[in-house]
């Protein structure tokens, strides 16, 4: 039984009276001590379907339109708010792409860390204290004994973002979600912080949902990857087999593109044009404006997801791999 | 953070120089000469004369000034022309009044409007907010003086369970049940200051809700009052203290109009009626004083603002 | 009409502030018609109808000098409007000024905003009250007087928006074209500043209703005989338990004309420039 079991989700946002679908029939898995990547532009529905998995949409425009979601073996959506409310920072954590907000600037971190252990394992403030202690030493965070008494704006974004992950890891979860965790900040640190998660995924067995924009970092560091665009998976495989056989011309893309220095790109140099906004009706494939392969049926008809080898699934009239 | 309350009142000393040379000026800006202006129109022309010599009139204006703030800083803020007594006497009779009835309003002020506020943003969009974020504008709208009348007709005339005007001292007979006096003026006064306080707090809990700390904290799992409370509401009080001075401002003003309704021997309405008798002195004082306690509350404020925002009290 | 077209759609979906939009525009009417809208003369006296209760012909009844409260009512949105414009007038032009000026050229404004400092360490009531006894009760001093007290504020406001405004990059380019100061400041800082200038200019006509009706009642405002809302108050309220209607009814249009400014200011002010919005406090 897989870890977390997605299946069709569907994703709209309202606005005014009418619901815009922004996720669409996306599937993923994730087994237990696996790590899967999620890849796109900004827009594409990544951190929506994140935030889905994690339960944080509700108060927010956007609504689950369709499909199941279980995690170990639970229909997440057939729990009551508190339920999982219980489940979050417990089970699974998240971790968000801006260290420098995403930190309460009127409390010390290790009180900030402590709020979740003493929620979920309602242990005492001293011993609570030691286990924030621990974490902070477990994220490398030079004199654990000094930073445990700091604001967060007397620390960088790279010992934040550690602060954060020390905070997700609290009640070690069985699932972390990390959304862009390493996009603000500086490039020599944003290596330190993926290492360093990767090692505590191998130390404490953990699965991890990692979000990017840039398909280099996940190729490093997932065991497999799902490409999406406009709110649909268009390629999913194992990392391997997406690396050597790479078959929607996105993929390719994204590949070819350089990593922008912009925090969230808009679009990529490889790809020309940009991607549509949500209102804007793209008969056929959704992708075709910008695709260098695309003939006269990609305009007028939707493609649907093929499985081009055992485990690895495409959504294009004409995938690369296979003409090639 | 001592460094910083100390550099906050060595600012403020400036503002107080200037606004107390305001309030001195005040007095050789009424046509005629002010020694008679002080005295009233009963003086003899020897007590003028007098007055002059010891106010230094024929001296340049800032030596006046040099005079009368040496005076002031000893306490002595002249003598009322019409109860002739020493101003400062005249101002302390009316203290006690003046801050019952602020403190009552206080109490009013935090236990109606903080959980009002709070609510109203957290419901934001629900017809629980739109009801208390509507009626807080409503209240807002409301002259003071005719609340206070139809409290008087509602809650004294018609149903007799507050006295409808006065206020005995604390301690005359009836003691502490002497505050009865003051529920209605303290209900009239806090209630445009605490619509004010509502519509602040939700439009700061608002703001800081949107902000990424608090996604941060609904992932803990927390309850969503607990992210409510420490999390929204508690950053959002740093905004909220911020104008907090201004509340204290239109809380002075309305007292004014409060005390003069229901007839209370406060600060407020000795300023009114000094007004209308001309009694200069007293307007001066009570002026100068109000004033110096505003900037007071002001410097309160900003250390407070200090002290909840721990980005401000290490710069 | 091309105005009307144009602020249309900030009162789409918010219907109360359509309400009060439509409430002002009742008041602006009454002001203008006034000596043909009133049924009777504001000011005759008529002891034979004193304290007479709401009822034809005289619909809100009449005062305890016998006059007649609806013409009295009309007469008094003269003086709302009078009031509200003038002390909106004096605030945003002397506190503009000073606000932009201020912020454009550094020294002056050292110092000028010292001196706003100065008066708004004066609470607006005491200050209106102080500056009141200085002068005579009139019309026009009262206006003054309490456009004054909004000037600070307002030059306060205007400072920080000019302020943010000014590191902009149009200005930056204007400097570059040539453009003089004069230019820069009232062609290209000033248009900028004209829509959040609306919504503060709500407020304060909305806190000058306030303001002028408790001066009223304190007997420091508007001459007791002229018609005034806040006069009508102040004269009547003795009579309050025998004349309840009294009090009611000019009650009534202040709460009625704050309100709906207050909720004509609210909607503009959402759709004004983010980064003002919370330089304009409001209700």
Known sequence: MALLDIRDLDLSIARGSELLPVVQGVSLTVEEDESLGIVGESGCGKSLTALAIMGLLEGSAVRIAGGSMHFQGQDLLALSPGERRRMMGDQMAMIFQEPMTSLNPVYRVGDQIMEAIIQHRGMSRKRARERALDLLDLVRIPDPIRRIDSFPHQMSGGQRQRVMIAMALACDPKLLIADEPTTALDVTVQKDVLELMLGLQRRTGMSIVLISHDLGVIAETCDKVAVMYRGRIVEQASTSELLSNMSHPYTLGLLGSIPALDHDVEWLDAIPGRVPTLDEVVPGCAFHPRCFAAEGSCRTVDPVAAAISPAHFVRCHFPQGSTT | ?315 | MNVLLSIAPIFRGRGLATVGMCWLLVVGIAAIGAPLLAPFDPLEFDPFIRLSEPGWPHLFGTDHFGRDSLSRAIYGARMAILIGSGSVLIALVAGGLIGMLSAYFVRLGHLLMRIVDVLMAFPALLLALVLMTLLERSVLNTVIVIGIVYATTTARIVFGMTLKLKRDVFVDAAICSGAGNTSILFRHILPNLMSPMLVQASFIFAFAQLQAAALDFLGLGLPPEVPSWGNMLSEERVYVTRAPWLLIFPGALIILSVFSMNLVGDALRDNIDPRFKDDIAGV
């Not at chain 2, 906050?8 to 002010?34: E, N, Q, W, Y």
């Not at chain 2, 409503?138 to 009348?149: E, M, Y």
């Not at chain 2, 003026?185 to 806090?190: F, G, V």
């Open chain 2, 1 to 315: 953070m001592l460094i910083y309350a100390l550099n906050r009142v060595l600012t403020l000393v400036p503002t107080l120089l200037a606004a107390s040379f305001l309030v001195f000026i005040f007095i050789h800006l009424i046509p005629g000469d002010p020694a008679s202006i002080l005295l009233g129109d009963t003086a003899t022309p020897e007590e003028v004369a007098e007055l002059s010599r010891e106010l230094g009139l024929d001296e340049p204006l800032w030596t006046q000034y040099v005079l009368w703030l040496g005076n002031v800083l000893q306490g002595d803020l002249g003598t009322s022309v019409f109860f002739r007594e020493p101003v400062l006497s005249v101002i302390a009779d009316g203290a006690e009044t003046s801050i019952l009835l602020a403190t009552m309003t206080m109490f009013w002020i935090v236990t109606f409007g903080v959980p009002i506020g709070i609510v109203s943003a957290t419901r934001h969009g629900s017809w629980i907010d739109q009801a208390t974020s509507g009626g807080a504008m409503l209240f807002a709208s409301v002259p003071t003086f005719w609340l206070g009348l139809y409290l008087i007709l509602i809650f004294s005339v018609g149903l007799g369970w507050f006295p409808s005007s006065g206020f005995p001292s604390l301690a005359d007979e009836g003691g502490a049940s002497n505050l009865r006096y003051l529920v209605l003026p303290s209900l009239t006064l806090a209630a445009p200051n605490a619509a004010l306080i509502i519509r602040l707090i939700r439009a700061s809990m608002l703001d800081v809700s949107r902000e990424d700390h608090v996604r941060t904290a609904r992932a803990k799992g927390l309850h969503p009052a607990r992210v409510a409370i420490k999390h929204i509401f508690r950053n959002a009080l740093i905004a909220v203290s911020a104008a907090f001075g201004f509340t204290f401002a239109a809380l002075v003003s309305e007292a004014v109009v409060t005390e003069t309704v229901f007839s209370l021997p406060g600060i407020g309405r000795l300023v009114v009626q000094s007004v209308l008798r001309r009694d200069y002195p007293v307007i001066q004082g009570v002026i100068l004083i109000i004033v110096v306690f505003y900037m007071a509350i002001n410097l309160l404020v900003d250390l407070a603002y200090a002290s909840l925002d721990p980005r401000v009290s290490l710069k």
